[in-house]
């Protein structure tokens, strides 16, 4: 089902309900781009974590798929409400102060996703709106600190009226009214006037006016500093480009509760995720580090400078998560099962015997979905929980009444897979990772007229294998011949004997590097607010919304007559 702009309040609360009462979620996005050309073979996971983080803060998360799936409380039968929420970040009416996102895309990535029948004018136009908990903090208090210092009201107009007129001639004389706009200043500040002055008006339409004039009207009647008034832009009818001014009478309480309002509004799809954060069920995902990370950069905060403290914050925000490509590629009876751990690789395999072919009746179908495929992010997220559901039954014990907590599947909590890397096969939030020793590979500087060719030829009696290139002129090898690079001395006579070519182990490489490329340990900085001050904090941000993780009670497979 998709969820836009306008459908989105009406369908919140069965979304939090299908969220809080499910067994499981999984979950799909779909972005503006990758971004991440720089990775690596040889990435150390602090790198490979770095070039994420930097990455998704330049691209958008445009479609976030969700599907909550229940297990039948009388048989063995699975049913799932899916959820496909169009992401934008639209600009809500009324939220001056919060400035529009920049953001990047990749041709391939549009292309890519116009080719599996994207909706990109429903994105624009439709689209959710949404802002990190940092960014809705900095809204409400910019909308607190705005009206701070005024205390007007339409039932006590006397104040703001006498200030109105002892400034309107002070008004007109100021440097931010040009000497030819001062008479229509003058004739807006009386007409203002008489408005307040009539207990009979509570709205005044100011004739249609240009751009500039409307500003310079806003400027005005800020500078009077009241709260009892309200002024909004509109257009003179639906498609004309002619804008006039609405002034409104309005109250302390009804400008609070319009605030809020626009706050709400504002946070728009973030109210999702929190829900995702509180409910602590098992989150599902195929390759799910990418993203897990837009999740917590676009809805929670930015992702720290650490890995340390990155691999906290998702252990806290999200304790039980599973990769089902990581299950694929590294469980011995599931590896033997797939050739190929694409997403559709996998589900057409699981169709199969030896899988069960479990399939989960989707409840909120819609017309619309029976278009949907692959890469759409909500089918994509079905497709991926169907894949789970098949290897839970095909992996676990029958007479396992708490499934999740069999040691088939807490040996891939909190792991995420990892690809494009030479060794380092998945990311552990719940443990310390050292990083590997790569014994076998070397640090080679060679002309920029190299090509691979030249450099195997180079180190041939190694069996040279796989490249990282770093630059033009410089790349990390790994050397196959495990026995001869036991032998380090052997391989840098090498470069004794070329006159253009330097040579050195990978340890010697990686401890010439500058202290800015080795990221260092340590508590992320942040900003917070408390009352009027920005207080700047060394907690991880995660700390300051959620509390220590309880253990989900999962009904799933409870019952041992649900296996004969």
């Given at each position: 089902m998709d969820v836009v702009r306008s459908n989105f309040v009406e369908?919140?609360?069965?979304?939090?309900?299908?969220?809080?009462?499910?067994?499981?979620?999984?979950?799909?996005?779909e972005l503006s781009g990758l971004g991440q050309n720089g990775n690596?073979?040889?990435?150390?996971?602090?790198?490979?974590y770095l070039k994420i983080k930097n990455s998704i803060s330049q691209y958008l998360l445009i479609q976030y798929g969700l599907s909550c799936f229940?297990?039948?409380?009388?048989?063995?039968?699975?049913?799932?409400?899916?959820?496909?929420?169009?992401?934008?970040?639209?600009?809500?009416?009324?939220?001056?102060?919060?400035?529009?996102?920049?953001?990047?895309?990749?041709?391939?990535?549009?292309?890519?996703?116009s080719g599996h029948n994207f909706d990109f004018n429903k994105w624009i136009r439709e689209g959710i709106s949404y802002m990190n908990l940092e960014e809705e903090a900095h809204l409400t208090e910019t909308l607190k600190n705005k009206n701070v210092s005024v205390n007007t009201t339409i039932n006590d107009l006397d104040s703001t009226v006498r200030s109105l007129n002892e400034s309107s001639s002070q008004l007109v004389n100021t440097n931010h009214v040009p000497d030819d706009q001062k008479d229509f200043i003058e004739n807006f500040m009386?007409?203002?006037n008489d408005f307040f002055n009539d207990s009979t008006r509570t709205k005044w339409n100011v004739d249609p006016c240009s751009p500039y004039r409307r500003k310079l009207i806003f400027q005005s009647v800020a500078s009077l500093n009241m709260s009892g008034l309200k002024l909004t832009s509109c257009q003179v009818t639906e498609n004309s480009s002619e804008r006039f001014i609405s002034i409104e009478k309005v109250s302390a309480e009804q400008k609070a509760k319009e605030e809020a309002q626009l706050?709400?509004?504002?946070?728009?799809?973030?109210?999702?995720?929190?829900?995702?954060?509180?409910?602590?069920?098992?989150?599902?995902?195929?390759?799910?580090?990418?993203?897990?990370?837009?999740?917590?950069?676009?809805?929670?905060?930015?992702?720290?400078?650490?890995?340390?403290?990155f691999k906290e914050m998702l252990s806290e925000l999200c304790p039980y998560t599973y990769d089902t490509k990581l299950m694929a590629k590294f469980d011995s009876k599931l590896d033997s099962q797939f050739q190929n751990t694409a997403l559709n690789d996998l589900y057409n395999v699981i169709q199969k015997a030896p899988f069960s072919n479990i399939k989960a009746k989707i409840i909120n179908?819609?017309?619309?979905?029976?278009?949907?495929?692959?890469?759409?992010?909500?089918?994509?997220?079905?497709?991926t929980g169907l894949i789970?559901?098949?290897?839970?039954?095909?992996?676990?014990?029958?007479?396992?009444?708490?499934?999740l907590d069999s040691s088939e599947f807490t040996k891939f909590r909190g792991k995420y897979n990892l690809t494009f890397s030479f060794d380092l096969a998945y990311l552990d939030i719940n443990k310390d990772q050292k990083n590997q020793e790569r014994s076998n590979v070397f640090h080679l500087t060679f002309p920029p007229t190299w090509t691979r060719s030249e450099i195997y030829d180079?180190?041939?009696?190694?069996?040279?294998?796989?490249?990282?290139?770093?630059?033009?002129?410089?790349?990390?090898?790994?050397?196959?011949?495990?026995?001869?690079?036991?032998?380090?001395?052997?391989?840098?006579?090498?470069q004794k004997n070329s006159s253009v070519c330097t040579i050195k182990s990978y340890r010697a490489f990686m401890d010439e590097k500058s202290p800015s490329q080795v990221p260092n340990s340590g508590k992320r900085k942040s900003n917070h607010f408390d009352g009027d001050k920005v207080v700047e904090t060394s907690t991880p941000i995660v700390k300051k919304f959620k509390p220590t993780p309880v253990k989900p009670e999962i009904k799933m497979f409870a019952q041992e007559s649900d296996w004969s």
């Open positions: 369908l919140l609360p069965k979304i939090r309900n299908d969220i809080k009462t499910c067994d499981f979620i999984a979950i799909d996005t690596s073979f040889f990435d150390t996971l602090e790198e490979r229940t297990k039948s409380s009388t048989d063995n039968s699975y049913s799932c409400a899916s959820y496909n929420f169009y992401i934008f970040p639209y600009k809500v009416p009324g939220a001056n102060n919060y400035k529009d996102k920049s953001f990047l895309c990749q041709p391939s990535a549009l292309t890519f996703l009386s007409g203002l706050i709400d509004e504002a946070v728009g799809f973030t109210k999702v995720v929190q829900e995702l954060i509180d409910c602590k069920k098992p989150i599902v995902g195929h390759n799910l580090l990418l993203d897990m990370a837009h999740t917590v950069h676009h809805f929670i905060g930015p992702l720290p400078d650490t890995l340390v403290d179908r819609s017309d619309s979905d029976e278009k949907t495929s692959f890469h759409n992010a909500s089918y994509d997220s079905y497709i789970f559901l098949n290897m839970l039954h095909y992996l676990s014990p029958k007479n396992q009444k708490s499934i180079l180190l041939s009696p190694f069996k040279p294998g796989q490249i990282g290139w770093i630059d033009s002129t410089s790349a990390l090898i790994a050397l196959n011949d495990v026995n001869g690079v036991k032998d380090i001395d052997r391989v840098l006579t090498i």
